[in-house]
């Protein structure tokens, strides 16, 4: 693979619905860059956004693939922190270190963001390059399923900072999906004291118990708002909208105890209506989460090598030439996260 002839399979997502899996020259690393083969890459709900509605930042075509590990197998000139066949992992979202944002600690908001998976290829293929600001090597002890997984729980990991302390906290996760279940754990760490998730898939419900969420709840069950407040001994101190939608942040608001917060982590779109005397009378407030920062990758990296409960997120893993029928398996919504199987796995 490594041969300046040779191809390999790439992931394009080109219009809305449509995925094409191409056979592609395997691109040579330029200065400071590296080329990784692909072990595991994740497929995420903006991938699912992508291909429905096209990307936030982007037109189409769009080379996805942002939530990755892999083995590295070349370097380009002028790198010396990586070698050929070190295990890495994606850090996929490359701040310019210069602008307003930057400049205040807010790499997250960076207006000239590289994304790894957007703005260049990503490792929806056999194999990628990237610039080594992308890339971090995998903890000791961490397998390449879980290396992969530390981008999604970096995500969920700043918006429990978002939420502020949650030692001793109450907290509602509405959505068991990958983010919800990562937030799950994320918050746990953190030191809540009891959480309980929704989602209408029983088993995302199982896994959530497995997790150590205190209670799980069909949302569409009877008397949803009560049996949250009986599992918590009252109403959540701080709820994360995992859904995020017009309807979820409104029961997310209506279910917000005085004085609390809901951060907002799923990816949505459109205008929602929101109770404002709710906001104003109860001092709730409504935050946004977006990405991370670079110290959220630190305590990502120690949670997962805790313990190996975050690989229980994978629920399937599928081979990359499978990419169209693994997007259509993640957009129906039973699995929590699938991976899509590189050379490097
Ligand atoms: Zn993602
Ligand atoms: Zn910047």
Redesign the pocket.
């Known amino acids: 693979m490594t041969g300046p002839h040779d191809e390999m399979t790439q992931v394009w997502i080109t219009g809305p619905e449509t995925v094409e899996v191409r056979r592609v020259p395997v691109p040579e690393p330029g200065p400071g860059e590296v080329l990784v083969a692909t072990a595991y890459a994740g497929i995420c709900g903006s991938d699912l956004h992508t291909l429905r509605r096209g990307h936030p930042w982007l037109p189409y075509p769009i080379r996805p693939g942002h939530e990755a590990s892999g083995l590295t197998v070349a370097v380009g000139a002028g790198v010396t922190a990586f070698a050929p066949g070190d295990p890495v992992y994606l850090r996929p979202a490359v701040?310019?270190?210069?602008?307003?944002?930057?400049g205040r600690g807010k790499?997250n908001l960076?207006?000239?963001?590289v994304g790894i998976g957007s703005h260049r290829p990503g490792a929806f293929a056999d194999a990628f390059t990237v610039p080594v600001a992308a890339l971090a090597r995998v903890p000791g002890g961490v397998s390449l399923t879980a290396a992969a997984m530390i981008e999604p729980l970096a995500t969920a990991v700043h918006a429990t900072g978002i939420a502020g302390p949650l030692s001793g906290a109450t907290v509602a996760i509405l959505g068991g999906g990958s983010i919800g279940q990562s937030v799950l754990l994320a918050a746990r760490a953190a030191g809540a004291a009891a959480v309980v998730v929704t989602d209408p898939v029983p088993g995302k419900r199982d896994l959530a118990s497995g997790l150590g969420a205190t209670a799980t709840f069909d949302p569409a069950g009877p008397a949803l708002s009560a049996g949250i407040r009986t599992a918590l001994d009252g109403r959540p101190d701080v709820v994360f909208d995992c859904v995020a939608s017009a309807a979820s942040l409104g029961d997310a608001v209506d279910l917000a105890t005085r004085g609390g917060r809901v951060v907002v982590v799923g990816v949505g779109h459109g205008p929602l209506t929101v109770a404002i005397e709710t906001i104003q009378d109860q001092e709730v407030s409504v935050a946004g989460s977006a990405m991370y920062l670079p110290a959220d990758f630190a305590a990502a990296e120690r949670l997962v090598a805790a313990g190996g409960a975050v690989e229980r997120l994978v629920t399937a893993t599928r081979p990359l030439t499978d990419a169209r029928a693994a997007l259509a398996a993640a957009g129906a919504g039973a699995d929590v996260k699938i991976q899509l199987t590189g050379p490097a796995a």
């Open positions: 701040a310019c270190g210069d602008c307003f944002y930057c790499e960076c207006v000239n963001l």
